[in-house]
């Protein structure tokens, strides 16, 4: 495995100093990881999780903060410091991540907030930032993505169709509105599903209802019934419209929870709706 900058690895300590740990980094050779980082708890032979990236002389250096993003991902980042060479951003790091003014999308402003790619710049070798997002993702690109495969979401931008998302940092995502129920804000990662790949290659996403949701979906479904005197004049030919006023959620996610709620014997499901069964 080629070990390169801007991400996390194991590796074993070699041997400690005074000032830190060296860690044996595979191509890159013994690289420090400096007591303020971490090398003060480090003991010789241990394997430790670390982020590599350049120190101030630019040269590989490891510490065991958790960054906020890595090369190659997308991650919602506040600027902190404006220079002569560029905006540096909040990553998690000591040491701040510069988006030069050429890699800025529109001019950056302290205190603001920006969707920002990570990447080791080819002529200095150094891991920059760049807010042109778009030169990171393409709708043509090919993929592997698959329905109902789990991904990881970054909602990007709001159209008249309801979100683009990033989708696994690696494609432009759609999320429809009439399935969204629930707020969401630019810049949120948020766990998500394929729905469905188009003809051209394209990706629609919806959320991923994990347990949770689930169980809330039920609870406001059976609070309903109760306020009801135990029935609902809703189905599965009911308009989504309807569902969502009485309830908040999509067609789907209600066909899904009452069906959950029929085969644990909490409702009986009738032509004309739904009932709730006396509870015994």
Known sequence: MTTTLGQTYLFKVAKTTHFGAYLAANELGEILLPNKNGGNKASEGQVIE???YLDSEDRPIATTQKPKIQVGEFAYLKA???TPVGMFLDWGLDKDLLVPFGEQHKPMEVGHSYIVHCYVDRIDGRITASSKIDKFLSDDR???FQPRQ???LLVANSTNLGFKTIVDNSHWGVLYQSEVFQRLS???SIKGVIKHIRPDGKIDVSLQAGQQTRDK???TIVAYLKKHQGFAPLHDKTDPKD???AFGIS???FKKTIGNLYKKGVIVIQKDGIQLLDEK
């Open 80 to 82: 902190v410091a404006s």
């Open 217 to 219: 979906h039920a609870e």
């Open 186 to 188: 630019f810049g949120q």
């Open 243 to 245: 569902i969502a006023v």
């Open 142 to 144: 090919p993929h592997s």
């Open 150 to 152: 789990e991904v990881n």
């Open 251 to 253: 067609k789907a996610a």
């Open 50 to 52: 670390v982020f590599i």
